[in-house]
């Protein structure tokens, strides 16, 4: 797996003043693997993605991405970025934006891509996510599952080598979660990399090649699904998994 590894963490130190949060995290996701993180809150989830993209400045250990160190003092931040996809519990879209402007605006501020370049890459990812007929709404006209698959495609339009997802569903109404586990299941299906921070089990169960359970900065467990989550063997994950049923 090394050679094929996207994401390879290396005993990954965080702290916020006197407070570790991550305590030495070793982790590898291949390439065309998708790894579900599992974890009560406060466990360290959000900061270790964070770390990854870079969005939190890790402390002592080693994060690459592809062939990359990230936590090379000396590294292109920017061009990390731009090979990482994230999306958060909360859209973030620009809400005086329309849907497609909402996609070509980074296409064009980051990579520099021209008009009609990123009006296609945009209609090409609106129509992955099934929302080719919002091309023209504000966010504000969009529900909330809706606004999350452009949150998607816009990341995706922007032709990521690994994708992060921070609780992508946690912020909808239930009925709402379906369509969006649905395209998130369709980029597992293509072979896209994933690193899924989530609560939804029975899609952890059903997509995830391997389930990682965190608590308190550390690493508990990881396996496959059915290990983890099926036969855990680990009394914190138990704990963890009785209180979600
Ligand atoms: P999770 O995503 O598993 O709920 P987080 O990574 O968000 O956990 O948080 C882990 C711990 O780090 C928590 O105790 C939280 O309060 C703390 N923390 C997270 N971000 C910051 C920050 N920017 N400044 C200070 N403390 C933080
Ligand atoms: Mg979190």
Same mark, same amino acid.
């Given at each position: 797996?090394?050679?094929s590894a996207?994401?390879r963490?290396?005993?990954?130190h965080?702290s916020?003043?006197?407070n570790?949060v991550?305590?030495?995290?070793d $982790?590898e996701? &291949?390439?065309g693997?998708? +790894?579900?993180v599992i974890g009560?809150?406060g466990? %360290?989830k959000?900061t270790?993605l964070?770390?990854?993209n870079?969005?939190?400045e890790?402390?002592?250990?080693q994060?690459?991405?592809?062939g990359t160190?990230?936590?090379d003092p000396?590294?292109?931040?920017?061009a990390v970025r731009?090979?990482?996809?994230?999306v958060?519990?909360?859209?973030?879209?620009?809400?005086?934006?329309?849907v497609?402007?909402n996609?070509?605006?980074p296409q064009r501020?980051v990579?520099?891509?021209d008009?009609a370049?990123?009006?296609?890459t945009?209609?090409?990812?609106?129509?992955?996510?099934?929302?080719s007929e919002?091309a023209?709404?504000?966010?504000?006209a $969009?529900?909330g &599952?809706?606004?999350?698959r +452009?949150?998607?495609a816009r990341?995706?339009?922007m %032709?990521?080598?690994?994708?992060l997802?921070?609780e992508p569903t946690?912020?909808?109404?239930?009925?709402l979660?379906g369509d969006v586990?649905?395209?998130m299941?369709?980029?597992?299906?293509?072979?896209?990399?994933m690193?899924?921070?989530?609560?939804e089990?029975?899609?952890?169960?059903?997509?995830?090649?391997r389930?990682?359970?965190m608590d308190?900065?550390?690493v508990?467990?990881?396996?496959t699904p059915?290990q983890?989550?099926?036969?855990p063997?680990?009394e914190?994950?138990?704990?963890?998994?009785?209180r979600?049923?």
């Open positions: 797996m090394s050679s996207q994401i963490i290396r005993d990954l965080k916020f003043g006197e570790e991550l305590r030495g995290i $982790l996701i &291949g390439e693997e998708v +790894v579900c009560p809150s466990s %360290g959000s270790l964070r770390c990854v870079l969005l939190e890790p402390g002592r250990g994060v690459f991405v592809g160190e990230v936590t000396d590294v292109d931040i920017d731009r090979r990482i996809g994230m958060f519990q909360q859209f973030n879209l620009f809400p005086h934006l329309t497609t402007e996609l070509t605006l501020r990579l520099g891509r008009k370049a990123s009006a296609r945009a209609a090409e990812n609106l129509a992955r996510v099934g929302l919002k023209d709404a504000y966010p504000s $969009l529900s &599952g809706q606004q999350q +452009v949150a998607i990341a995706l339009a %032709g990521p080598q690994v994708m997802f921070d946690s912020a909808l109404d239930p009925e979660v586990l649905a395209v299941r369709m980029l597992a299906d293509e072979g896209m990399t690193m899924v921070v989530t609560h089990m029975t899609f952890a169960r059903e997509v995830a090649d389930v990682v359970f308190g900065g550390v508990v467990e990881q396996g059915e983890v989550i099926g036969a063997r680990h914190r994950t138990r704990h963890f998994l009785s979600l049923l």
